[in-house]
């Protein structure tokens, strides 16, 4: 399970709209060294995301609150290869078909036909990748799940 922290900024019915900060990905921003990326994240401004997540164990909660969220690690890697693998190998798919095609019906300018199979494997790569999303959209194996609130500490 991959966690986050995030605020809660809406609540409706069992369904919590919540903000996260978006982070880099090696964690050597917060420090203000490594790549450059801390740089570019100052002159463009911290963004953050907001995005609804599911109830499932009916945790009480309210609006500000710090709460824990996750989302199950075989989700995350399915949708992503779902959205960038998908559309690649339509792509290059279609332009091989292309290509065939172009061969055998002997074609004196087979390069645009390859490149409109191509687009046309990339847009029906696309097309897959919404219905899938819309599939999914619904499916509580592929939500971010509220897990737990975080525990406030006092100093005194």
């Known amino acids: 399970m991959i ?17 996260t900060q978006r982070r880099s990905a090696c964690g050597q921003c917060s420090a203000n060294k490594g790549c450059g990326t801390a740089v570019l994240g100052k002159v463009l401004g911290v963004k953050r995301n907001v995005v609804r997540i599911l109830n499932p164990s009916d945790t009480k909660v309210s609006i500000g609150d710090e709460i824990v969220v996750g989302i199950q690690e075989q989700a995350l890697v399915r ?7 998908a559309p690649l190998l339509a792509l290059f798919l279609f ?3 292309g290509k065939s095609l172009a061969t055998q019906l002997h074609f004196s300018s087979p390069d645009i036909i390859v490149m409109v199979f191509g687009m046309l494997g990339l847009f029906s790569g696309f097309a ?4 899938f999303s819309t ?6 194996r592929y939500q971010p ?11 005194l």
């Open 3 to 19: 966690e986050e922290h995030a605020r809660v900024v809406a609540i409706e019915g069992n369904d919590i709209w919540i903000e």
């Open 79 to 85: 949708g992503s290869l779902a959205i960038y693998i």
């Open 95 to 97: 332009g091989l078909l």
């Open 128 to 131: 897959w990748v919404k219905r």
């Open 135 to 140: 599939r999914i959209s619904n499916d509580t």
């Open 145 to 155: 799940v509220l897990l737990r609130r975080q525990m406030k500490v006092n100093y």
